[in-house]
């Protein structure tokens, strides 16, 4: 089991940027697929992005394309969202999550079900 932990969440204004960090324990980091998910109030948890475990290889949401990044440092245990020109529709709990599957297509990567741990949520808010 990983135990995941999220930071960095806060409030922000239209335009401003946010990183966001999770920290990992548990596994071997490097041997973990890692994404990142939102939940708006009233509406179904989105995939966000997503990072294979050597870093390589990211997937991004249609929605964040452009915006965010995600990243890891395999040396720290840590992966991080770099959000900018945030808009009030960004405005979600963000979640980490991670899985020890390794499956081809990047498709297995923005379906929430395919992930086995998760992280307990932070806020990010932005104001319009």
């Known amino acids: 089991q990983v135990q995941l932990v999220e930071s960095g969440g806060g409030l922000v204004q239209a335009g401003g940027s946010l990183r966001l960090s999770c920290a990992a324990s548990?596994?071997?980091?490097?041997?973990?697929?890692m994404g990142w998910f939102r939940q708006a109030p009233g509406k179904e948890r989105e995939f966000v992005a997503a990072?294979?475990?050597?870093?390589?290889?990211?997937y991004y949401a249609d929605s964040v394309k452009g915006r965010f990044t995600i990243s890891r440092d395999n040396a720290k245990n840590t992966m991080y969202l770099q959000m900018d020109s945030l808009k009030p529709e960004d405005t979600a709990v963000y979640y980490c999550?991670?899985?020890?599957?390794?499956?081809?297509?990047?498709?297995?990567?923005?379906?929430?079900?395919?992930?086995?741990?998760w992280g307990q949520g932070t806020q990010v808010t932005v104001s319009s």
């Open positions: 999550a991670a899985t020890l599957t390794y499956y081809s297509s990047s498709d297995y990567y923005t379906r929430n079900n395919n992930y086995d741990s």
């Open positions: 548990g596994r071997t980091f490097s041997s973990l697929a």
């Open positions: 990072i294979r475990g050597s870093g390589g290889l990211k």
